[in-house]
């Protein structure tokens, strides 16, 4: 079992950034299955998400392939289902972790959407 809790700081072009805090819980099982919580702390916004993902380690590079399930608050009254996949670029160094995610997004109110992330995590 692994436990992440954490910040994010999301800055979308156009809009101003959000801070959401975040809790994930993981099975060191096959596929490696999670389970997250995230609330949008300016907003009282909730999102929930389900991912299964396997990692192919190289001494140079981790490359993650995810698939994902879930739902967001839009609005206090009106929430969003969505699914997609991804690939994520890591490796550690002792306890830092520097990655670059890509991840394509379908939503069944919104056309197909693509997200660009990059972040560094620490691990205690």
Known sequence: LSLYGGVKNIDTDGADSRLDVVLTAGLGTVLSPTVSIARDTDEDLWTYEACVK???????????????????????????????????????????????????????????????????????
Do not use: Q
């Not at 997609?84 to 670029?89: E, F, K, P, S, Y």
């Not at 991840?103 to 972040?119: H, L, Y």
């Open 54 to 124: 396997h990692t192919f380690a190289t001494d140079v590079i981790d490359i993650t392939l995810c698939g994902f399930l879930g739902s967001t608050d839009v609005t206090t009254a009106t929430d969003r289902t969505y699914g997609g996949a991804g690939v994520t670029l890591s490796k550690a160094v002792g306890s830092v972790e520097p990655y670059a995610s890509v991840k394509v997004i379908d939503a069944e109110d919104i056309d197909r959407d693509t997200i660009v992330s990059a972040g560094i995590t620490f691990n205690f």
